[in-house]
């Protein structure tokens, strides 16, 4: 995520998870050609910036976890309430 959107989110008191965003591709790839296909991202000037942001791993199925910013780990659950409308 760039800095200037976590700023942002930081200070709307927004997560960034659960808003509106534009122009972002999740794609799920076999870890075996995971590299490949970064590279062919990142090939091309609007993929620059491509990473991967996560692996799936034998476990409880449809759990979601990510590590936060300080090394724990955290739950990703479905948002509650009313999100944001998604006008594209």
Request: one cysteine or more; charged letters at 25%; glycine letters at 10%.
């Amino acid at each position: 995520m760039r800095p200037e959107v976590a700023a942002a989110c930081e200070l709307l008191g927004l997560d960034p998870l659960y808003i509106a965003n534009e122009g972002k591709l999740v794609a799920a790839v076999a870890a075996d050609a995971a590299e490949r296909a970064l590279e062919a991202l990142k090939s091309h000037p609007l993929g620059r910036e491509a990473a991967v942001i996560g692996e799936v791993r034998k476990g409880e199925a449809g759990l979601v976890a990510m590590r936060t910013i300080l090394g724990g780990w955290r739950v990703v659950d479905l948002p509650a309430g009313e999100l944001l409308p998604r006008i594209c």
